[in-house]
């Protein structure tokens, strides 16, 4: 069954260090987003992708950098962890349906 | 710019009861809205979306919800609550059907025996 999965599930780090975020979908969908859930403000997005080579910054995109090289990969990457950016992260597709489709979800914590 | 919010962080309902979660949006353009659930330790889900087509949609597990122009409104209802119904919802709008999708900040419904 195609599905979106999202890698490490769990993952501790230190402020200053470069953390990566690992999501892969195979739905072979064109829309690929990336977004943090916190307490008290749901979910927000961080950056968005429409395609290949294509990447567009969120509402919270300080800190946060993506790219995508293929249609299955959308990787977040945290140049310079801090622990502000401690937080639930969800990366999600979609196929111009409207419908959102979620990975369940990498916990970090930045210490 | 488009934004949701979400009346009452917190909802308890008694098994049986009438679950009503408030969402009301801002768009300036014809939205789509949607009403998301995450289950704990989950992903979100979707539960059910309006695209202009009819205003009351209904959705998976005996919910639905009224799209209300006037009110700028999207509520969701369930006639009945059952126990597996507690989990925390979300409403969204987004302005085209790929567009990014905004969030309201949430509404945890507990189901009380």
């Known amino acids: 069954d195609a599905e979106i999965t999202q890698s490490p599930r769990h993952k501790i780090t230190e402020t200053g260090r470069q953390v990566t975020l690992a999501c892969h979908q195979t739905?072979?969908?064109?829309?690929m987003f990336w977004y943090r859930q916190d307490l008290g403000h749901g979910l927000r997005l961080i950056h968005y992708?429409?395609?290949?080579?294509?990447?567009n910054k969120g509402e919270v995109s300080d800190g946060y950098s993506v790219s995508r090289s293929n249609t299955e990969d959308l990787p977040l990457t945290l140049e310079s962890a801090a622990s502000s950016q401690t937080s639930v992260y969800f990366c999600?597709?979609?196929?111009?349906?409207?419908?959102?489709?979620f990975g369940e979800g990498s916990r970090l914590t930045v210490l | 710019a488009q934004s949701v919010t979400q009346l009452g962080s917190h909802v308890s309902v008694s098994e049986g009861a009438l679950v009503l979660l408030r969402c009301n949006y801002s768009?300036?353009?014809?939205?789509?809205l949607f009403w998301y659930v995450q289950y704990p330790n989950q992903g979100l889900q979707l539960l059910l979306k309006?695209?202009?087509?009819?205003?009351l949609v209904k959705g998976i597990n005996g919910f639905e919800a009224e799209f209300k122009k006037s009110e700028t409104s999207f509520h969701l209802t369930k006639p009945s609550a059952h126990m597996s119904d507690a989990a925390e919802y979300f409403c969204?709008?987004?302005?085209?059907?790929?567009?990014?999708?905004?969030f309201g900040p949430g509404t945890s419904l507990s189901v009380i025996p």
């Open positions: 969204a709008v987004g302005e085209t059907s790929y567009d990014k999708v905004i």
């Open positions: 999600a597709s979609s196929r111009n349906t409207g419908e959102l489709f």
């Open positions: 768009s300036s353009v014809p939205p789509y």
């Open positions: 309006y695209t202009s087509a009819a205003t």
């Open positions: 739905w072979n969908h064109n829309n």
């Open positions: 992708s429409y395609g290949v080579h294509d990447t």
